[in-house]
């Protein structure tokens, strides 16, 4: 079993710059989180998929983020354009489908891409 | 979610037993406990969850008491690589994690 495989590790970009971040969810898994870390806010959830449709993205902060997740395999991560105040470690997470039936399933997470907006 | 709420810190010797203790005193009957750790540079990494019954598995016990509103984590035999941010979340099955500040277990040689 891979993981969750996220790409690129690190990236360094402008400010102005469109970033876009991939994740590889894990195998059968319906489920897809993006995360944001910074030392201020800790780990905040920004949008989930079920079965590739985006089912709450509340924690997206503005219109400058979009994601998307066009099959189960796949799934990105965009910022245009990007700020200096976007700079954090952005993690996915996978897990079977979520809200089926009364067992939890937990997620799993990459490792994350460290993003730094300069 | 419920909130929890956990020690920002804790020190254990290596070879003991690390005791992580979390309070969820309002938790709904349907939101699970679940402990995830956070080595750094790392993505956290999921230990153990549960309902209402004691857990254990290959990493870690959860004791939940009988009014659900707390639980301790067990790290049976703490080496130095459990060093780590330890999270306590409590989550309906639906939800996505929500993350608090965690306790900065430090595994003292």
């Known amino acids: 079993d891979a993981g969750v495989i996220q790409s690129p590790r690190h990236e360094v970009t402008e400010m102005g710059q469109e970033v876009t971040l991939r994740c590889k969810p894990i195998?059968?898994?319906?489920?897809l989180f993006w995360y944001r870390q910074t030392m201020m806010r800790g780990l905040e959830l920004l949008i989930y998929?079920?079965?590739?449709?985006?089912?709450?993205d509340s924690g997206m902060p503005e219109d400058r983020f979009s994601a998307k997740m066009p099959n189960a395999s796949f799934s990105t991560l965009k910022i245009q354009p990007s700020e200096p105040r976007d700079s954090a470690v952005y993690f996915c997470?996978?897990?079977?489908?979520?809200?089926?039936?009364?067992?939890?399933?937990?997620?799993?997470f990459g490792n994350g891409t460290r993003l730094t907006v300069t | 979610d419920a909130k929890t709420t956990q020690p920002p810190s804790m020190d254990c010797a290596e070879g003991r037993a690390a005791n992580l203790p979390c309070n969820h005193s309002?938790?709904?009957?349907?939101?699970?406990v679940y402990w995830y750790r956070q080595i750094h540079s790392q993505g956290p990494q999921y230990i153990i969850h549960?309902?209402?019954n004691n857990e254990t598995n290959e990493m870690a016990s959860l004791i939940i008491t009988e009014d659900r509103k707390s639980s301790t984590l067990i790290l049976p035999h703490a080496t130095l690589r459990d060093t780590a941010v330890y999270y306590c979340?409590?989550?309906?099955?639906?939800?996505?994690?929500?993350f608090g500040k965690g306790t900065h277990l430090i595994i003292q040689p």
């Open positions: 998929f079920n079965n590739n449709v985006p089912i709450d």
């Open positions: 309002t938790i709904s009957g349907n939101e699970y």
């Open positions: 195998s059968g898994h319906n489920s």
């Open positions: 997470a996978s897990s079977p489908l979520q809200g089926q039936g009364p067992m939890s399933s937990p997620l799993h």
């Open positions: 549960g309902l209402k």
């Open positions: 979340i409590v989550r309906v099955a639906a939800d996505g994690l929500t």
